[in-house]
Structure formats: C-alpha cells, structure tokens
C-alpha cells in the first residue's frame, strides 16, 4: 500500500505542478481517487493502466494511451530527501517517450532536466545518461546554497536501483547550475545513507558552480570509470540573496 501511495501521490503531484500527467487510478486508496480526467489543454498526455472497472472514468479518448508506461524504481524517497525529490525514471523504450503534447510541456521537468524535442508524457524528461540519486549538503534537512559563499559544498551520489556509486570517475564529475560547471576538489567514500553501502561524497567550490540567487535546482553529471554516463539533479534553496 506504501508503494501504490507513492505513485499516487507522485502522479497528482506532477499535474498541479508540471501540468503533466500520468494518471494511475487505484480504488483502494481512499482521498485519493481521481476519477475525471483534467482538461486536455492542461496535460501534456495521458497513460491510462490499473483501472479497475468499478472506477468510472470520464472524458477518455482513443488517444490515450494504455498499458505500462515503463518506468523504473522510485529514487529519491529516502528520509533524507526532501519533499518533492521523489521520481520514477523513464526507461529506455518507454511509451512516454516523444508522445507529449508539447504546447503542454515546461521547459524543464520535475528534477530540473530539460525538455529535449519532443517532450515526454508525465514529470520526468527521458535521459540518454543514467539517472542517478544525488543529494546536496547530505544529512542536512535542507539543500540550503549561498551562492555569494566562498566556502565549499558538499554533494553525495548514492550507491541505490543497481547503481556502484564507487565506481564513479571524480575527473569527470561536474556539479553546478547545468551539471557542466564546477570540478570536484574533495572526494571520499563511505555509507552515507547507512543501507550498508558505500557512496562517494565530492566537495565543490561554491564560486565555480554558477548556482545564482532563485535557483531551484542544481545538476550533476560524470561517467562511471567503465564509461557509463550519468545525470542526477536535486532542488536547492538558495540562500543569502538580496530582495
């Protein structure tokens, strides 16, 4: 039930703040059913699978698509995160992919990634890199940056969904407003999240990352030192900063 919650959840969150859609209807949660389908001008598409037949739905088009929408495991939901960082990646071959209205679509989607062509059904953007779980200042109850600080930041990459963290090549790592900006000049493995497996924790200069005042999100991307490149993205408070 804790599982059928989440995606719920995540699902009516990602229409009331992206004005994109997936729609999963689940009988047995209570409160939470959705039985209407939201305007079409408000959507950038619909995936329609879960239904049980007792649960009339209105407004439904031959348009809509059925069945699963291919997506991967929930990141981002451990106790450390904060609200709205939860997320279920799109798998490579997904229906959503490409199959959005893009008049609907943001610029950006739910993690910070942009919107690349033809944007994808639901909150989260299909990346050719892999997605991975970041957290920036961890164990901190809040992603909190003074971009005017010249102090140094902490971000942890997490060794969780068959991601080795420790694998990771600190040279090519960059952290920052895009994920192409700053260097790491600290880097270091231990459990940060204590599920008994080694993360890497990089430290970055504040000055180098571009984060500005009203940023929301900050980005990271490297490869694996076999080669795999990845992307992680978290939201950030930024701190410090003039009226």
């Avoid at 031959?62 to 991967?72: F, I, R, V």
């Avoid at 209205?101 to 990346?127: M, Y």
């Avoid at 909190?144 to 990459?157: D, E, G, L, T």
């Avoid at 969780?160 to 493995?189: C, I, K, L, Q, Y």
Wanted: aromatic share 4%; glycine share 8%; hydrophobic share 40%.
């Amino acid at each position: 039930m804790a599982f059928v919650l989440a995606v719920l959840r995540t699902m009516i969150r990602e229409f009331y703040s992206s004005k994109t859609l997936l729609l999963r209807v689940i009988l047995s949660v209570a409160h939470l059913q959705v039985r209407t389908v939201p305007a079409r001008s408000q959507v950038s598409g619909i995936i329609l699978w879960e239904i049980p037949a007792a649960v009339p739905l209105t407004d439904i088009q031959l348009s809509d698509l059925t069945g699963d929408p291919g997506l991967d495991s929930l990141v981002g939901a451990g106790g450390e995160d904060p609200p709205g960082a939860a997320f279920y990646p799109v798998l490579e071959g997904s229906r959503v992919i490409n199959n959005a209205n893009s008049a609907a679509c943001l610029e950006t989607d739910q993690v910070g990634n942009p919107r690349v062509g033809s944007c994808d059904i639901g909150a989260i953007e299909f990346q050719q890199r892999r997605l991975v779980a970041i957290d920036v200042r961890p164990l901190s109850d809040a992603n909190k940056i003074n971009p005017n600080s010249s102090h140094n930041i902490n971000v942890a990459i997490f060794s969780v969904n068959g991601f080795d963290a420790t694998a990771v090549d600190p040279n090519t790592v960059r952290f920052g407003a895009t994920g192409t900006e700053a260097s790491p000049v600290h880097v270091g493995r231990r459990d940060v999240d204590g599920d008994g497996k080694r993360d890497i924790v990089l430290r970055f200069q504040i000055q180098d990352t571009d984060i500005s005042c009203g940023d929301a999100t900050a980005s990271l991307m490297g490869e694996t030192s076999n080669g795999i490149a990845f992307i992680g993205s978290a939201p950030i408070t930024t701190t410090r900063c003039a009226n």
